[in-house]
């Protein structure tokens, strides 16, 4: 398969599961149990994740190591509690004055830790580039989304414009994960 195609599957792929985490936080609970900071923060992490995993598996279980699956649900799992901590320790004056710069500390912290249980997999292979790349990618794709958020009528534009605009962040975070896994997928018996 080549660098172009491969690339566009994991972006492609990425923007479906983004999507469905959003789809799947949003019916999740009553709004109640969102308004808890821990339960919010941990289930908008967790199926953002998840879905995630389970993209990487369905397009790239051929490829990748058995345990890497499993690995990405257990750091799923960490990356969604610590998520909810993040969540649950500001106070509301935090939250209503550092808004942006909470969830960026979150982010990152969420998305090492995402990645930090696949380490083990990638012993020798510069396994700290996926953690690292997690990281960056995660929080670019927030910084993305908040800057169209924050700048555009998200209902003004047509559908078509409106969903290349939002979904412009999540291509970002698929090509930043794709290169990695590219790169190990067709180096990694060198």
Same mark, same amino acid.
């Given at each position: ?5 491969f690339l566009l599957k994991i972006t492609l %792929?990425?923007?479906?599961?983004? +999507? ?7 019916? =999740? ?10 339960? =919010?923060? !941990? /289930? ?16 790239? #279980?051929?490829? @990748?190591?058995?345990?890497? $699956?499993?690995? %990405? !649900? ?8 610590? =998520? ?6 500001? =106070? !509301? ?6 808004? !942006? ?14 990645? /930090?249980?696949?380490?083990?997999? /990638? ?6 580039l996926w953690i690292l790349a997690n990281s ?6 927030? $910084?993305?989304? +908040?800057? $169209?958020? #924050? ?16 979904? #412009? ?5 698929? @090509?930043f994960l794709g290169i990695y896994l590219y $790169? ?7």
């Open positions: 398969m080549n660098k172009q195609i %792929g990425t923007i479906f599961a983004m +999507e469905m985490g959003a789809e799947l936080f949003a019916i =999740s609970g009553n709004p109640y149990q969102l308004q808890r900071p821990w339960a =919010s923060g !941990f /289930l908008f992490t967790f199926f953002h994740f998840l879905c995630i995993v389970i993209m990487q598996w369905l397009l790239l #279980s051929d490829y @990748l190591p058995k345990r890497w $699956i499993t690995l %990405g !649900f257990v750091g799923c799992i960490i990356a969604s509690i610590v =998520s909810g901590i993040i969540y649950q320790v500001f =106070s !509301f004056e935090a939250w209503f004055s550092y808004n !942006f710069e909470i969830k960026i500390f979150a982010r990152i912290i969420s998305g090492a830790l995402f990645a /930090l249980p696949q380490l083990f997999v /990638l012993q020798g292979r510069k396994g700290y960056i990618a995660w929080t670019i794709q927030y $910084i993305g989304w +908040e800057l $169209i958020m #924050s700048y555009t009528s998200y209902y003004d534009l047509f559908l078509f414009i409106r969903i290349l605009v939002v979904e #412009s962040p999540n291509v970002a975070l698929g @090509l $790169i190990y997928v067709y180096n990694h018996n060198k």
